[in-house]
T-cell receptor
Framework: SQQGEEDPQALSIQEGENATMNCSYKTSINNLQWYRQNSGRGLVHLILIRSNEREKHSGRLRVTLDTSKKSSSLLITASRAADTASYFC???????????FGKGNQVVVIP | NAGVMQNPRHLVRRRGQEARLRCSPMKGHSHVYWYRQLPEEGLKFMVYLQKENIIDESGMPKERFSAEFPKEGPSILRIQQVVRGDSAAYFC?????????????FGNGTRLTVT
């Protein structure tokens, strides 16, 4: 089964607002990663958070990880129109040194 | 340092023809992954290769699909006798270490349309 289920599936916000999306997974992981995909392009890595970390920041991005609840959240602060994209979480829970991706969150930032 | 290069970007094939998708990983990356993406869907793992070796092909259909990553040259995903259900975007990604411990670098994909 596909690891990593994002919630909500689609989000529409005004520029300047914060966007929060969640990801849940089913089995133990070593790390969890978030990626962004712009329309018609490949995925771009955003953040990797390890299972012994609870929070990580990168610019306007903040990722949390709660291994007891098997969930992670991605927060984008002060959103910009350029943040419009689909966001995916991915875990190594399937083992075998590969990543399993969720179905993604579509975020639209209205200027 | 060039990123992951995939070609062609768009490929149109008639049912029954063969499709060959190419992927050149980033310099210094020996781990290559192929994923398939349908519209409004996430990425489905297909195959994981290292130079000259298939490490994990558990996501690849047993028939008509094959992949290779030769000592020299790009990785190739080959689909024989394509059917309409093969229409999708195919993404290649590379990393310097196994993906479980390292971010993946993706190409911009090959969009296959089967008519």
């Amino acid at each position: 089964s596909q690891q990593g289920e994002e919630d909500p599936q689609a989000l529409s916000i005004q520029e300047g607002e914060n966007a929060t999306m969640n990801c849940s997974y089913k089995t133990s992981i070593n790390n969890l990663q978030w990626y962004r995909q712009n329309s018609g392009r490949g995925l771009v890595h955003l953040i990797l958070i390890r299972s012994n970390e609870r929070e990580k920041h990168s610019g306007r991005l903040r990722v949390t990880l709660d291994t007891s609840k098997k969930s992670s959240s991605l927060l984008i602060t002060a959103s910009r129109a350029a943040d419009t994209a689909s966001y995916f979480c991915a875990t190594d829970a399937d083992g075998n040194n590969r990543l399993a991706f969720g179905k993604g969150n579509q975020v639209v930032v209205i200027p | 340092n060039a990123g992951v290069m995939q070609n062609p970007r768009h490929l149109v094939r008639r049912r029954g023809q063969e499709a060959r998708l190419r992927c050149s990983p980033m310099k210094g990356h020996s781990h290559v992954y192929w994923y398939r993406q349908l519209p409004e869907e996430g990425l489905k793992f297909m195959v994981y290769l290292q130079k000259e070796n298939i490490i994990d092909e558990s996501g690849m259909p047993k028939e008509r699909f094959s992949a290779e990553f030769p000592k020299e040259g790009p990785s190739i995903l080959r689909i024989q006798q394509v059917v309409r259900g093969d229409s999708a975007a195919y993404f290649c990604a590379s990393s310097p270490r196994p993906a479980g411990d390292s971010p993946l670098h993706f190409g911009n994909g090959t969009r296959l349309t089967v008519t």
